[in-house]
């Protein structure tokens, strides 16, 4: 069925039609013929499977879901998006794909144009469908520093969605963790705004790459939440958000992303969704935007029922759509009859439902929906079968998660690393983590999301645990030790019983992801302190205690404080919810068969279980003698280790002269495997200004490269850095590169310097705007 169906003159004809004609023609012509009822019904979603089974994915889900819909009243005026037909509740992706196919031909008939719906899904680990491809947490994809698997990923899961009929995807979190209690720091990509820059716009590439839309989360300020509460107000100033929120933002848009969704908070006193400021003035006049600015769900009734700015439903859209939102998802709280009768009450200027409703058709246009040789039967439906957790798709995973391992400590016993494990050991293997599918899941998976909804179901995709992955090698004893939270001492005092019998012990520990309570990880799972959940650490201090070998195996959501037991363990791994493939890499990291390379994307904190810092910090907020707090990290950012021995050559630099400000300096690092198997090493380079009129972080890292070595071999990294890498916004909060001397870090970690090279900046004084250079090239030969 194409466009045409059901579709009567005078709408058929046109230059909207004419497929060889501009976007912006094809769209002025169908705005012109629209009536305001019809622009409307394009700026907000319907979430049709939302019932008390949906469970509560979404804050305030069952307060603000609007009333019943009748669908058959809805479509004859059009519709913006359908939110989440996969992803609200279980359903096959066959049957998926065809009852889309079935709405969009619902839709194409009913209305005087046949304009289709988006449909939207969340994609942070992989598509949140059932029976999808369940990928590593974002943290897991900032502890890989591999932005080219990490746009490989991307890729693999905007080609399923695409396959499925989805044509927006509620991904990457862009979010820079600032306080390591927030719930969503699992969602975030990492600390550094370079870091999570660089990955989350390898994923954009990705996901754009198979024509799916990315939606940029959570713009902006969301992470600097006070005390580290989701959904709370953020007092922090406009030089934060300039040089350490909004970099990772114009990266990815840099990278094509053709959507941005606003934070929920507020930023000093005023909401995001109501900003024009940050939404329209920033957003779309400095860094250039010109896709759609999509709600996050029900963000905008809650500038009345939660942040108080509105004083009715019809005031809440009014001021969100001057502000710059476009589209109300899910469904229509306030960008339905509200916004209707605020325009007919001259409280709401018509031009700016045009300027909303001209952005959307511009990316339905894009999308091919406005051709009349749109299809809307899902490829998909094409095979045979329907396969969104292909052997592709699950290597791809395995790949990822095999790189995101990070081992952070790995002492001798008995004269030989802990690490590997001793072909032959009998290992007690306990924990709350160890004999769980969940425990490597984040709280975006489908099972996490909405699976624990549905205790019937079956997971859909294979997730083995730990515990099967080490029964394949070894000779297992198993102890659960205690559950996540709770737990009572018979079960610790049978898994210290395994203990003392074995060989070593491998201890796996850490969160269980879920939302808004229902995990000690996710959204709306914040932490009061850093110590593990529950009764873990008793657990792990009694195992510890029996003398046998501790081998620490954590699957976290967040960094925890490990500082009163790590120097009594024989080694620690961290696996950021390494998803349904992360079992298989934790153990090929336990037995030698992969070679470590993780580098963490967050700091471990050290002694003191309420120090939420991170390592990107000015001088006054690192160790000092006049504060009887020392915020030293345990782990710093950046911290991995490896079996494989890789030493690093002398760093050289060029040119000799000094570095223009508005030129570039090289960086050559030479690097070697000395060992006999291949190995994966980290290269990182951290800028320090000394003296600058703003107080800098002390260190920043401005470069990053990974570099794959065959045994034996040497190869060498140039990074081309460009002076805007070391601008700052100045005291008159425009962004400047000044003259002085700089130091450059290569380093292996944040703390772990290599080679400092000092460097003049040479030149005047220069101002840079958004235009400017974001990252550096880098090139790695033999």
């Not at 969704?273 to 860094?287: F, K, N, S, Y």
């Not at 329907?386 to 998660?401: F, G, M, Q």
């Not at 650490?537 to 029996?546: C, S």
């Not at 450059?744 to 004084?765: E, M, T, Y």
Request: aromatic share 6%; net charge negative.
């Amino acid at each position: 069925m194409t466009l045409d169906s059901g579709v009567s003159s005078p709408t058929t004809g046109g230059t909207w039609r004419d497929t060889t004609a501009p976007a912006s023609a094809r769209v002025a012509d169908l705005m012109t013929r629209m009536t305001l009822r019809e622009k409307v019904a394009q700026m907000y979603g319907a979430w049709l499977d939302v019932d008390d089974t949906a469970g509560e994915v979404a804050p305030h889900q069952h307060e603000q879901t609007p009333d019943p819909i009748d669908w058959a009243e809805l479509i004859p005026y059009g519709l913006g998006q359908i939110t989440r037909a996969y992803g609200t509740t279980p359903i096959a992706p066959a049957d998926g794909a065809r009852r889309v196919a079935h709405l969009q031909r619902e839709i194409i008939a009913a209305g005087r144009f046949g304009i289709p719906a988006i449909v939207h899904e969340e994609c942070l680990t992989g598509l949140a469908a059932w029976q999808a491809t369940i990928y590593p947490a974002p943290l897991s994809w900032g502890a890989s520093f591999d932005p080219a698997l990490v746009e490989a990923m991307g890729a693999r899961i905007g080609r399923t969605m695409h396959r499925l009929g989805i044509q927006q995807g509620l991904a990457p979190v862009l979010d820079v963790a600032r306080d390591l209690r927030w719930g969503r720091v699992e969602e975030t990509i990492g600390e550094d705004p370079h870091l999570v820059g660089l990955i989350g716009a390898a994923y954009v590439r990705g996901l754009e790459s198979a024509g799916v839309v990315a939606t940029l989360k959570h713009f902006a300020g969301y992470s600097a939440s006070r005390a580290g509460r989701n959904l709370a107000p953020v007092s922090i100033g406009p030089r934060e958000l300039a040089d350490v929120l909004l970099p990772p933002f114009e990266m990815a848009l840099r990278a094509g992303a053709r959507s941005v969704m606003n934070s929920y908070s507020d930023v000093d006193g005023v909401p995001v969704a109501g900003d024009e400021t940050l939404l329209t003035d920033l957003l779309r006049g400095r860094l250039r935007f010109d896709g759609t600015v999509v709600s996050d769900y029900f963000s905008v009734a809650f500038l009345q029922t939660l942040h108080g700015v509105a004083g009715s439903r019809a005031d809440a859209a009014a001021l969100a759509l001057r502000a710059g939102i476009d589209v109300e998802l899910p469904g229509a709280n306030c960008f339905g009859a509200p916004l209707l009768d605020a325009v007919e009450a001259g409280d709401v200027d018509e031009a700016l439902i045009d300027r909303a409703v001209t952005r959307i058709l511009l990316q339905k246009c894009a999308l091919g929906l406005l051709d009349p040789s749109w299809d809307p039967s899902p490829p998909a439906l094409s095979d045979s079968t329907v396969d969104a957790d292909s052997p592709e798709d699950r290597d791809l995973a395995k790949r990822l998660a095999e790189r995101s391992i990070v081992l952070l400590r790995n002492e001798p016993v008995d004269g030989t690393p802990a690490l590997p494990l001793r072909p032959g050991a009998r290992l007690a293997v306990v924990g709350p983590g160890a004999d769980s599918p969940g425990a490597m899941l984040g709280c975006y998976s489908f099972p996490r999301h909405v699976l624990v909804h549905h205790p019937d179901m079956p997971a859909g995709v294979s997730i083995p645990s730990v515990l099967d992955a080490l029964r394949a090698g070894h000779d297992v004893t198993y102890a659960l030790g205690c559950p996540v939270t709770g737990g009572d001492d018979e079960q610790i005092a049978a898994a210290v019983t395994a203990a003392a019998a074995a060989d070593v012990c491998v201890a796996v520990l850490g969160d269980l992801s879920g939302l808004f309570g229902g995990g000690t990880s996710g959204e709306g799972c914040d932490a009061s302190d850093l110590r593990l959940p529950g009764r873990q650490e008793e657990l792990l201090e009694a195992l510890v205690a029996t003398g046998t070998p501790v081998v620490l195996v954590l699957l976290v959501g967040r960094p925890y404080e490990l500082s009163r037991q790590v120097d009594r363990l024989a080694a620690v791994v961290c696996g950021f919810f390494p998803g349904e493939e992360g079992a298989a890499a934790i153990a090929d990291v336990l037995s030698g068969r992969v070679d470590p390379s993780g580098r963490l994307p967050v700091s471990f904190p050290g002694a003191g279980a309420s120090q939420p810092s991170t390592y990107l910090a000015a001088p006054l907020a690192r160790r000092s003698g006049v504060s009887t707090v020392d915020p030293t990290a345990l782990f710093p950012f950046g911290h991995g280790l490896s079996y494989t021995p890789v030493s690093w050559g002398e760093v050289s630099s060029s040119p000799a002269g000094g570095w223009p400000t508005d030129g570039t300096v090289e960086l050559s690092v030479p690097v070697t495997n000395d060992g006999d198997r291949d190995t994966s090493t980290v290269v990182q380079v951290y800028l320090h200004d000394p003296v600058a009129e703003v107080a800098r972080p002390e260190r920043q890292l401005i470069a990053t490269a990974r570099v794959d070595l065959a045994p034996g071999r040497r190869r060498t990294v140039v990074f081309a850095l460009h002076a805007d890498l070391l601008s700052y916004t100045g005291r008159d909060g425009r962004r400047l590169v000044e003259p002085g001397d700089v130091e450059l870090r290569v380093a292996r970690s944040s703390d772990d310097v290599h080679a400092a090279v000092r460097i003049p900046v040479v030149g005047p004084r220069r101002t840079v705007g958004p235009d400017r250079h974001l990252q550096p090239r880098v090139s790695i030969s033999d």
